[in-house]
């Protein structure tokens, strides 16, 4: 009616341009069709997107989970040592999910089993991981950027699935090497690592392949360094390592506010700085490390529940106070073969068999090692010294921590370390 209406309007009042009642209405339902399609549009956009963000928080969830695992493992493997010890549970679930899309039946339902992706197809769950860290969901004017890179090398000797190879997990992100040269095959593994951010001294690999290996998966969350993240360098402070020995470690300081929370006996303080775009780090700090009930409630930190509770407590956490936050500049590398932490997760198959990766290489090919690699260099910004006033004589730190640099968005933590001091 209203098209109508205004359509007698404009007839009356415009005697020199005549509109007729089939002119009119014809308008108006080429107007009502065109906002209908337009509607239906937005609709589906809506509801395919609204789907996708709903698909990528679920695999986030399943990351989150996956991780407090991974980490629990770590503790096992590494509490006790005078390393602390850097891992990203975003990097081996990405490098599983990929190497379950060209695995074995069994070996395919083992890894599902152990990353709870019952309901996912293999593509599925790789798109969403590049789509979680991929260079369209990176921030231009973020501080902290970060991306997934993998690849693997093949023997050229080896029979390979080339139209699985191009598939979404891989996207013909594969290389042919000789790995009779070892040598030669470690230096382009390390020359693969040196292109991606950050780019600081450290290899992924630091020994030889084993002589039988015949392909190799690597999988990275490549970030580029912080711009400015606050904290100026002074130092030395004393530090109490695991072993009671106390030890000069350069420091960084940096002031509030910041978020700040703790559990109700004060098992653990927690500490927010949010970072530029949609990163965030988080400080745990537990209580002394020399007895048995503080190691459990760091273990206890590391079951899925809790582990998810703590991370979505610090994204809701709204008080803000301003404190000097005093940590050890942390330069943490962590190397391993990844058989000794999947062993824990019934993931026997995947080194036990001769044929896990028969879809891709067939069979008689065993997977003789996985080796991972992980690396956190945080500290003051170059330039930025704490004044003398703002250095207290003497600093002992007594505690453990978590140190995790988080996404906002998705709440992943992406890299984490637990820090109980290093033999430097």
Same mark, same amino acid.
């Given at each position: 009616?209203?098209?109508?209406?205004?359509?007698?309007?404009?007839? +009356?009042?415009?005697?020199?341009?005549?509109?007729?009642? /089939?002119?009119?209405?014809?308008?108006?339902?080429?107007?009502?069709?065109?906002?209908?399609?337009?509607?239906?549009? !937005?609709?589906?956009?809506?509801?395919?997107?609204?789907? $996708?963000?709903?698909?990528?928080?679920?695999?986030?969830?399943?990351?989150?989970?996956?991780?407090?695992?991974?980490?629990?493992? !770590?503790? *096992?493997?590494?509490?006790?040592?005078?390393?602390?010890?850097?891992?990203?549970?975003?990097?081996? =679930?990405?490098?599983?999910?990929?190497?379950?899309?060209?695995?074995?039946? +069994?070996?395919?339902?083992?890894?599902?089993?152990?990353?709870?992706?019952?309901?996912?197809?293999?593509?599925?769950?790789?798109?969403?991981?590049?789509?979680? +860290?991929?260079?369209?969901?990176?921030?231009? $004017? $973020?501080? =902290?950027?970060?991306?997934?890179?993998?690849?693997?090398?093949?023997?050229?000797?080896?029979?390979?699935?080339?139209?699985?190879?191009?598939?979404?997990?891989?996207?013909?992100?594969?290389?042919?090497?000789?790995?009779?040269?070892?040598?030669?095959?470690?230096?382009?593994?390390?020359?693969?690592? @040196?292109?991606?951010?950050?780019?600081?001294?450290?290899?992924?690999?630091?020994?030889?392949?084993?002589?039988?290996?015949?392909?190799?998966?690597?999988?990275?969350?490549?970030?580029?360094?912080?711009?400015?993240?606050? *904290?100026?360098?002074?130092?030395?402070?004393?530090?109490? $390592?695991?072993?009671?020995?106390?030890?000069?470690?350069?420091?960084?300081?940096? /002031?509030?506010?910041?978020?700040?929370?703790?559990?109700?006996?004060?098992?653990?303080?927690?500490?927010?700085? @949010?970072?530029?775009? /949609?990163?965030?780090?988080?400080?745990?700090? !537990?209580?002394?490390?020399?007895?048995?009930?503080?190691?459990?409630?760091?273990?206890?930190? =590391? /079951?899925?529940?809790?582990?998810?509770?703590?991370?979505?407590?610090?994204?809701?956490?709204? #008080?803000?106070?301003?404190?000097?936050?005093?940590?050890?500049?942390?330069?943490?590398?962590?190397?391993?073969?990844?058989?000794?932490?999947?062993?824990?997760?019934?993931?026997?198959?995947? #080194?036990?068999?001769?044929?896990?990766?028969?879809?891709?290489?067939?069979?008689?090919?065993?997977?003789?090692?996985?080796?991972?690699?992980?690396?956190?260099? #945080?500290?003051?910004?170059?330039?930025?010294?704490?004044? @003398?006033?703002?250095?207290?004589?003497?600093?002992?730190?007594?505690?453990?921590?978590?140190?995790?640099?988080?996404?906002?968005?998705?709440?992943?933590?992406?890299?984490?370390?637990?820090?109980?001091?290093?033999?430097?």
């Amino acid at each position: 009616e209203a098209c109508v209406l205004s359509g007698h309007i404009h007839y +009356l009042s415009r005697t020199d341009f005549q509109l007729s009642y /089939s002119d009119v209405m014809g308008s108006c339902l080429t107007v009502k069709i065109f906002f209908i399609v337009a509607v239906v549009l !937005f609709s589906v956009h809506y509801s395919k997107t609204d789907h $996708d963000a709903r698909a990528l928080h679920k695999i986030a969830d399943k990351i989150v989970n996956f991780t407090a695992k991974v980490g629990k493992q !770590f503790f *096992y493997q590494f509490y006790g040592r005078n390393n602390s010890v850097v891992f990203s549970g975003m990097s081996i =679930f990405s490098m599983l999910s990929r190497i379950m899309s060209v695995s074995s039946p +069994l070996v395919e339902n083992d890894i599902r089993e152990a990353l709870d992706l019952h309901d996912y197809t293999t593509q599925a769950v790789c798109t969403s991981i590049d789509r979680l +860290l991929g260079v369209d969901y990176c921030f231009h $004017d $973020d501080d =902290f950027v970060m991306m997934n890179q993998h690849i693997m090398y093949y023997d050229p000797n080896l029979f390979i699935n080339h139209k699985l190879s191009q598939n979404s997990c891989f996207d013909g992100r594969t290389r042919a090497v000789d790995f009779n040269q070892r040598y030669d095959l470690r230096e382009s593994v390390n020359r693969w690592q @040196d292109m991606l951010p950050p780019h600081y001294d450290h290899p992924y690999l630091v020994s030889l392949l084993q002589p039988v290996t015949k392909f190799l998966f690597l999988d990275k969350i490549a970030y580029t360094p912080l711009i400015d993240i606050g *904290y100026s360098s002074f130092g030395p402070i004393k530090f109490k $390592d695991i072993d009671q020995e106390v030890v000069e470690v350069s420091a960084m300081k940096k /002031s509030g506010p910041f978020f700040v929370s703790g559990s109700e006996n004060m098992d653990y303080i927690m500490i927010r700085d @949010d970072l530029k775009g /949609s990163r965030y780090s988080l400080v745990f700090i !537990f209580p002394h490390s020399s007895t048995n009930s503080s190691r459990m409630n760091i273990l206890d930190t =590391f /079951s899925t529940d809790t582990f998810t509770q703590l991370l979505m407590t610090a994204l809701t956490n709204n #008080f803000m106070v301003n404190k000097t936050l005093i940590l050890p500049e942390l330069s943490i590398d962590t190397y391993l073969d990844l058989k000794n932490i999947l062993g824990n997760f019934c993931l026997f198959s995947l #080194f036990s068999r001769e044929d896990p990766m028969n879809q891709m290489f067939g069979e008689h090919h065993v997977i003789e090692e996985l080796p991972y690699s992980e690396s956190l260099h #945080f500290s003051g910004t170059s330039g930025s010294q704490a004044q @003398d006033t703002e250095i207290p004589n003497e600093i002992v730190i007594t505690q453990p921590f978590w140190f995790i640099i988080a996404d906002r968005t998705y709440g992943i933590p992406v890299v984490t370390s637990l820090y109980w001091g290093t033999p430097k």
